[in-house]
């Protein structure tokens, strides 16, 4: 009797352990197949790109299109992402490049057609100098002068010749080129311009491809 009972405990006991493998492949398993399915699943990319700066994509493309640039749309949309998130009067912050003060441009349309026209030279002059695409992006915000500069060093942009020039113009004038005083402001003593400009507008660029598929390609070298 005692002998039987052992049996049965040692036999309950044994299924035990056969069923809490049987589980713990199971799941094993279906752990496996859900890794390799989500390593096979393309990233979401969240779409960051403000209303206002898809109201004025045909505007831009429109822009871009009259000399011949229209694949450079996307660009135009993620600087102007960059710059103003699409509000304001002059939504290209392209009254500077203008030989005007900051925000002397009240149209929007007039905004855009200038910041065209300021990206067309930059173009033009960064492939003549034969600097990266990068460092043209940088010099939207920074100035032709970027693009001598990084011209003299390679030819390709890095965030760390960017603060190195920004340093070089906040030395020349430093009063102007203080952050405001706010030596809590990232770019502080980096005061000139924007020193991750383009690793900003880069992004726009990426979220503004993977949603909007029919602008035409970007075909250059991020």
């Known amino acids: 009797m005692a002998k039987s009972k052992k049996k049965n405990i040692q036999r309950n006991f044994n299924l ?10 199971t799941v094993f398993i279906q752990q496996f197949f859900q890794n390799q399915t989500s390593e096979k699943q393309p990233a979401i990319v969240q779409k960051r790109i403000s209303n206002s700066v898809e109201y004025y994509m045909p505007v831009l493309r429109e822009e871009l299109k009259n000399v011949n640039l229209e694949q450079y749309t ?3 949309a993620a600087i102007m992402e960059q710059e103003s ?4 009067g002059d939504p290209m912050q392209a009254s500077e490049s203008a030989g005007l003060p900051p925000n002397t441009i009240k149209d929007p349309n007039q905004s855009i057609s200038q910041g065209v026209k300021h990206f067309q030279a930059t173009l033009t002059y960064g492939n003549e100098k034969n600097v990266d695409f990068q460092t043209i992006i940088q010099a939207y915000n920074m100035g032709r002068g970027y693009i001598d500069f990084i011209s003299q060093r390679g030819g390709k ?8 020039f920004s340093s070089i113009q906040v030395d020349k004038n430093p ?10 402001n990232f770019r502080y003593p980096y005061c000139y311009g924007d020193f991750s400009y383009t ?4 992004a726009n660029i990426e979220t503004l491809t993977a ?9 250059v070298e991020l």
């Open 16 to 25: 035990v352990i056969v069923v809490f493998g049987f589980l713990f492949v």
């Open 211 to 219: 949603t909007n598929p029919e602008l035409p390609n970007l075909r």
């Open 175 to 184: 009063a102007v080129y203080n952050c405001g005083g706010d030596q809590s």
């Open 199 to 202: 690793t900003k507008v880069t």
């Open 157 to 164: 942009h890095s965030i760390e010749l960017a603060k190195e």
């Open 74 to 76: 996307v660009v135009l």
């Open 85 to 88: 998130r699409g509000e304001g």
